[in-house]
């Protein structure tokens, strides 16, 4: 090759002083995209006469010109990739409505409207407005709870892992810990109830068996070393057959009698009865607090429906204990979950409200001759635009809870099944994770399966349609 055409590459300088590199200097910094440019000018540099001609040289009989353009675009897409934007909005047509890969519970209108916006100010987090003194930012959500539970007061950690670990550490460090052998939790992402216990500094004692424990059980281990009595609810598991344990209040009755607090981790933490939806029972925070836990604690991301966090509930005795740990400051929430959890907690004070503005509520009551109806429009949209590309089917399936809640109460659902002689099912599958914004469906049986119920919207399912035609469109360049 003649080396004569490296004389035709422009030089940084000039490079640096084309429009559109100046305006890639905006999103990215200088520094990188000097480097950048530097990089790809040193690879065109280093090809020797036997390498392939780099495509950035267009020829013209044995003319070779350079193209700016192409250099502009292979600079412009090598920056995205360097930085690459990986937490996105997605879609969620798997039919888990507690997707933890998938965030958890979308928050409400409101509730996302209002910590967009106060985020953007400042705000009375740590101060009073009457006296100009400081106060404590966790006495926002402190009287709707108290309306909404029962429970005279409350504090917000991070999430339900951090709830449980700051109450074990205060009330139970060098302590006993009496729980059930049936509630030796592990919960997905490894929080295993022994691992935390350990942390905390309490020592574990176990009583019952797997499938059976009385409240004789409990009341044998007490000793002078007991510092709480635990219960943890089998949040993503159930057993089943030959099995009992004691009703709470009875534990909640036992704790008093010995002087001894007791701690509900509830984990998912329903603040309606979910049967009212169709779907199984799951103990509610106010039954827990009505039975005389002294403290419980509950995620407000499962089945509450509101941002990451961990409440932790019960009396006032307890609870500030609990806010003079100095772990607390390690735990404590930002500004944008209290409010999150404020706009959410407050569509429970009128539960027709919350059911139907929840999404993650709204999605449990959704009835199957809803989600049909969207289907079929859906399909006939498809089948308009794509012929006969897919093969499309509409089948009885199941939603589920997820998020380890409810692991035994599938909700009944209507799947679009969704299949090509084009493409692969892992194919289809690929592409809409690909798509802009990402879809995530399931696939079973080598098909494309997708769960409308836990579609948020119109504008969604025009996403999905849109993406589907591109795959057609495509056909098989697709992987
Ligand atoms: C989900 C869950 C946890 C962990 O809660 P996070 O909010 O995810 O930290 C702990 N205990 C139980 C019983 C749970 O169900």
Known sequence: ?????????????????????????????????????????????????????????????????????????????????SIPKTHEHAINATGVILHTCLGRAPLSKNAAESAGKISGGYTTLEIDKESGKRMSRYRHIQSLITTLTGATDSLLVNNNAAAVLLALDTLANGKEVIISRSQQVEIGG?????????????????????????????????????????????????????????????????????????????????????????????????????????????????????????????????????????????????????????????????????????????????????????????KDKIVESTGSFFNLNIVDGFSEIGGGSCPAAPIPTRLLLLSSEEISANGISKALRLNSPPIFGRIEKETTRLDFRTVICDHEEDDIANALINIAKNGKQTP
């Open 1 to 81: 090759m003649n080396h004569d055409i490296f004389k035709i590459i422009p030089s940084v300088n000039v490079l640096l002083e084309l429009p559109e590199i100046i305006s890639l200097m905006e999103e990215f910094p200088r520094k990188t995209v000097l480097e950048s440019i530097r990089k790809k000018l040193d690879e065109i540099r280093k090809i020797t006469p036997s390498d392939k001609i780099d495509d950035l040289f267009i020829t013209n009989g044995d003319k070779y010109s350079f193209s700016i353009q192409g250099f502009i675009s292979y600079i412009a897409e090598s920056l995205k990739k």
């Open 190 to 378: 490894s929080f295993r109830m022994p691992d935390v216990m350990k942390k905390s500094g309490s020592l574990l004692v176990e009583v019952g068996t797997t499938n059976r424990t009385n409240i004789a059980d409990y009341r044998d281990a007490i000793s002078e070393n007991t510092g709480l009595i635990l219960i943890v609810h089998p949040s993503n598991y159930r057993i089943i057959g030959f099995t009992s344990f004691p009703d709470i209040k009875e534990i909640a009755a036992l704790g008093k009698e010995y002087n001894i607090p007791t701690l509900y981790d509830l984990g998912s933490g329903a603040m309606v009865d979910l049967r009212r939806l169709n779907v199984a029972y799951e103990p509610t925070v106010q039954e827990s607090v009505d039975a005389g836990i002294d403290i419980v604690t509950y995620s407000t991301d499962k089945l509450l429906g509101g941002p990451q966090g961990g409440l932790i509930l019960g009396k006032k005795q307890y609870i500030d204990l609990l806010k003079k740990n100095p772990l607390l400051r390690a735990l404590r929430v930002d500004k944008m979950t209290i409010e999150a959890l404020d706009a959410t907690l407050r569509l429970y004070i009128n539960d027709e409200k919350a059911v139907n503005e929840i999404p993650i509520l709204k999605m449990m009551h959704t009835s199957m001759e809803e989600i049909e109806r969207r289907i079929i429009r859906f």
